[in-house]
């Protein structure tokens, strides 16, 4: 590892950037992000970093670089297209210890901008050392489409309850058990369906209980195509452990005679989103459901349970003879 990755916080620290074109802009453009104090000396600057000068979110320092430009700064970018001043700013802030990173030169740079995935408060830098900026980018644009937006809204979650979360699970074994489920389980699942209070409110209770609810668990079995003899053998086995039994149309009552004996027997019509509801609010409290119907049974719509945000319960299918 040729170069140490970490984080810095740069929340109203001076960062000095020279020059004034697309790279500068976009450098200049992240490093706002991280609530830096950037000040952008060139003498001449996109329209974006006029417009930025203007409204006073950046800087501007007019002409050609000047050495006094880097008193008070804690990090200096040099992104001119004249290698010879860029490696003049090096020369310059090297000399006072100040970090710099040089956008024509991996060599002179102290430090180099990495890809940048935000989910903040969760963020992941990826480097290729600056052999091939572009697979850094690309590895970028791959996680990026990987992992759902919703993940820095699961952390500030995990942050805002951490000192609860301490006391309520003092052991590491146990918070880790704890964490398993926050990323696993319906906390999750509600924020990925835009439900931030029901998300809330379920590690609330997960706090309060101190209990981690098993997931719930629903299996669609297909009943064959009637006598108790046609049933498969996953089939049974669901039927053997269900608390809870949906049964559809058609489905004999000897089928239905195979289920464990206190397990509620409910018929069903619905059909669709209703349906994936339904048996989703008999799966509470970790309950296992089972959802009978004629012949091979219901197709299990994995796109569908996820866009409900239903994904935190655990889904199978046992197909049935057709
Ligand atoms: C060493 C480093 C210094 C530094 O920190 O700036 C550096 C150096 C150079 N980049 C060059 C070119 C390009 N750089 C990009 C893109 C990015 N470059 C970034 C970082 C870094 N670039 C550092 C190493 C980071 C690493 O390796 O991990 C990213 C990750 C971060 C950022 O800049 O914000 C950002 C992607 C952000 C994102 O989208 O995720 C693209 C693609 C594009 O723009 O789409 C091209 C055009 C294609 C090409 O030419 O390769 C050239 C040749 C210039 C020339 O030939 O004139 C040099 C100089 C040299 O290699 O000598
Ligand atoms: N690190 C990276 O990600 C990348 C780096 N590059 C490199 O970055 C360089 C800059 O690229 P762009 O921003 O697209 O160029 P650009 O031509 O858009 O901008 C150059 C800027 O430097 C300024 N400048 C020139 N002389 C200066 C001086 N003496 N003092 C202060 N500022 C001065 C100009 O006024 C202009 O604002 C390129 O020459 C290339 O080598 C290019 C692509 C990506």
């Known amino acids: 590892m040729r170069l140490f990755p970490l984080f810095a916080d740069l929340h109203g620290r001076q960062v000095l950037v020279v020059g ?27 329209p974006e970093l006029q417009a930025w000068g203007q409204a006073g979110r950046v800087t501007l320092l007019q002409g050609g670089f000047d050495p006094t430009w880097v008193a008070g700064a804690w990090l200096v970018v040099a992104a001119t297209d004249e290698r ?22 991996p060599e002179l740079s102290s430090f180099q901008v990495p890809s940048i995935v935000d989910r903040s408060p969760l963020v992941i830098a990826i480097s290729s050392g600056g052999a091939a900026p572009v697979l850094a980018r690309r590895l970028r644009e791959r ?62 209770a997960m706090l309060d209980s101190g ?18 003899a ?33 397990a509620d027997q409910l018929a069903t019509l619905l059909e669709g989103d209703a349906l994936w509801r339904e048996l989703a609010d008999h799966a509470v409290g970790g309950r296992c459901v089972v959802l009978l119907r ?13 866009a409900l945000g239903l994904d935190g319960l655990q889904w199978e299918a046992v197909p049935g003879v057709s």
């Open 294 to 306: 004629a012949g091979a049974g219901l197709a299990l719509d994995r796109a569908r349970v996820m």
């Open 230 to 262: 046609a049933l498969t053998l996953g089939g049974l086995r669901a039927l053997n452990e269900a608390d809870v039994v949906c049964y559809g149309r058609g489905v004999s009552d000897e089928v239905r005679a195979l289920a464990r004996r206190d």
């Open 211 to 228: 209990q981690p609810e098993p997931p719930g668990r629903i299996v669609l079995v297909g009943a064959g195509p009637g006598p108790a």
């Open 20 to 46: 004034g074109g697309a790279v500068a802009q976009r450098k200049a453009g992240a490093l706002l992000q991280a609530g830096a104090q950037v000040r952008v000396g060139a003498p001449a600057f996109t």
């Open 143 to 204: 996680m990026e489409s990987l992992l759902e937006h919703t993940l820095g809204r699961l952390a500030a979650l995990a942050h805002a309850q951490r000192a609860a979360i301490r006391q309520r699970f003092p052991q590491m074994t146990q918070r880790r058990a704890f964490y398993d489920w926050l990323c696993d389980g319906p906390v999750a699942a509600h924020l990925r369906a835009g439900d931030d209070a029901a998300a809330q409110a379920a590690l609330q």
């Open 84 to 105: 010879a001043v860029n490696a003049e700013v090096a020369r310059i802030a090297g000399a006072q210890r100040l970090w710099v990173n040089v956008v024509d030169d």
